[in-house]
């Protein structure tokens, strides 16, 4: 059960990780307490999620999947597509916000987690408890958060990203909405010919 617990908060630390190191890669620097508002607020939310999940239990688990990926997907748009905007707005060289505070953080925590929800839902449908599966996948974000935060600003030293680091950001940030979606199968409808 242990082995399966921590695959599964690797696996729902990846989105966490991508927005890292898309953060770290626009922020181009980033200090001990930007890793640590990040990563914090990443693994409360990556821990919290799957009690809430757990907590509602079968009964709304129809309702909660019909729309949780559009959800994750319009906070990562939003954020994403500001990255994207101010990227052009500033001159290159010059502070951009720092997504690791305020509403852009909140949105961002939300975003990654709510993956996490539904395998809350998954384990109460399994009378399984949570307690212990919620700290490993908060801990294991927020160590992945970390990493790719520093992972991020090192690729933008490396490419020289300057400018661009923004938009490679943002574009990160869409993609990764853009796999929740199609995770979902939200894009498979049918189509008109």
């Known amino acids: 059960m242990l082995g399966t617990t921590i695959a599964v908060a690797v696996a729902l630390a990846m989105d966490a990780f991508a927005v890292a190191i898309g953060t770290g890669a626009t922020?181009?620097?980033v200090g001990a307490r930007q890793t640590f508002r990040m990563s914090w607020h990443f693994g409360v939310f990556q821990a919290l999620m799957p009690v809430v999940g757990w907590s509602l239990g079968w009964a709304v688990r129809d309702a909660i999947e019909a729309y949780d990926h559009w959800l994750a997907f319009?906070?990562?748009?939003?954020?994403?597509g500001r990255m994207i905007l101010e990227a052009f707005q500033e001159p290159a060289g010059k502070p951009?916000?720092?997504?690791?505070?305020?509403?852009?953080?909140?949105?961002?925590?939300?975003a990654t987690s709510?993956?996490?929800?539904a395998v809350g839902l998954s384990m109460a449908v399994l009378d399984l408890s949570i307690w212990l599966p919620a700290a490993i996948i908060g801990v294991v974000a927020a160590g992945f958060t970390a990493a790719g935060l520093h992972i991020?600003?090192?690729?933008?030293?490396a490419r020289r990203l300057s400018r661009y680091a923004g938009v490679l950001g943002g574009l990160v940030l869409l993609g990764i909405g853009l796999k929740i979606l199609l995770q979902h199968?939200?894009?498979?409808?049918?189509w008109p010919q």
């Open 185 to 190: 199968g939200a894009l498979d409808g049918p």
């Open 152 to 157: 991020g600003v090192w690729v933008a030293r």
């Open 27 to 29: 922020m181009q620097k």
């Open 114 to 117: 709510i993956d996490a929800l």
């Open 74 to 80: 319009a906070l990562l748009a939003f954020v994403g």
């Open 96 to 110: 951009r916000k720092d997504p690791t505070r305020g509403a852009a953080l909140i949105m961002l925590s939300i």
